[in-house]
């Protein structure tokens, strides 16, 4: 008799970790110095990567002001080819 799917999953899991070598990192740092927009009225924070949408769409819903007097400092990232 074989061993279960569980014995070969666990072995395959010992194996891996050896392999790996390391411990899984974070990323919470990484993302917390990427959240560099900020909203001039309340002071939330976005991602970098945030798109004008959504920032116009914060602005007019939780504010009813525009892009502008919310985020001045915004531009719009050039389109990827």
Do not use: W, Y
């Not at 917390?32 to 990567?49: E, G, H, P, R, V």
């Not at 798109?51 to 919310?70: D, F, G, I, M, P």
């Amino acid at each position: 008799m074989g061993g279960g799917n569980g014995a070969k999953a666990a072995q395959k899991r010992e194996r891996n970790a050896k392999n790996a070598g390391g411990t899984a990192k974070s990323q919470l740092k990484v993302n917390a110095k990427a959240m560099n927009i900020q909203c001039d009225t309340c002071k939330a924070t976005f991602l970098s990567t945030t798109r004008e949408a959504a920032l116009t769409e914060h602005a007019v819903n939780k504010h009813n002001k525009t892009l502008v007097q919310c985020f001045p400092g915004f531009q719009a990232a050039a389109p990827a080819k």
